[in-house]
């Protein structure tokens, strides 16, 4: 039984071992894990490590195989560049259109988990984008209201002063 705990223990982490993949078209080797998770996680760790010309460089590159190849894996790799990448290649609303032409029907588990993830991403950022843009309108429009407010009060202090200044001379006359 415990010969049998460790080939399956063995077999499981072989399974995670990144196979050596060489492209025709591609002077590159690419290591890719056979485990699609795991592919996608090492994917994003390489890419936030770059510096931000090799970004710009990654995101050309991206951007010509989408476009050589326009499959779910493809524009899943533009998508997730465009989506969380650092500010010199984000660009959330070309994701958003990348993902919402995403054809789950050819995308394995792990692609359709990733897509509907970075939408949901994209959506809760838009959502917060538009309430602090409906925040900081309410709260110029109270700012505004707050500086009329106040001429007013500044206009009645003054109309008040006027009148008691009016007032005082009158009451020493009397006396």
């Not at 890419?47 to 991206?62: K, W, Y």
């Not at 959330?92 to 991403?121: C, I, N, P, Y």
Request: hydrophobic share 40%; aromatic share 4%; glycine share 2%.
């Amino acid at each position: 039984m415990r010969n049998l705990l460790w080939i399956v223990a063995i077999i499981g982490l072989a399974a995670c071992q990144p196979i050596t993949v060489k492209d025709v078209d591609c002077p590159l080797t690419t290591a890719v894990r056979v485990d699609d998770t795991g592919y996608w996680l090492e994917e994003w760790q390489r890419t936030i490590a770059l510096p931000e010309d090799r970004l710009v460089q990654t995101l050309n590159a991206r951007e010509l195989e989408f476009e050589r190849s326009a499959n779910p894996r493809t524009r899943l790799r533009l998508a997730l560049l465009l989506t969380e990448g650092p500010q010199p290649v984000r660009d959330q609303a070309r994701a958003l259109e990348l993902l919402s032409d995403f054809d789950a029907g050819q995308a394995s588990d792990s692609e359709k988990a990733l897509a509907a993830l970075l939408t949901q991403v994209l959506e809760e950022q838009r959502w917060f984008s538009d309430k602090v843009a409906e925040l900081n309108r309410k709260s110029k429009d109270s700012e505004t209201q707050i500086e009329e407010l106040e001429r007013q009060l500044r206009e009645l202090t003054t109309i008040e002063q006027n009148i008691q200044q009016r007032e005082l001379p009158n009451s020493r006359k009397e006396k």
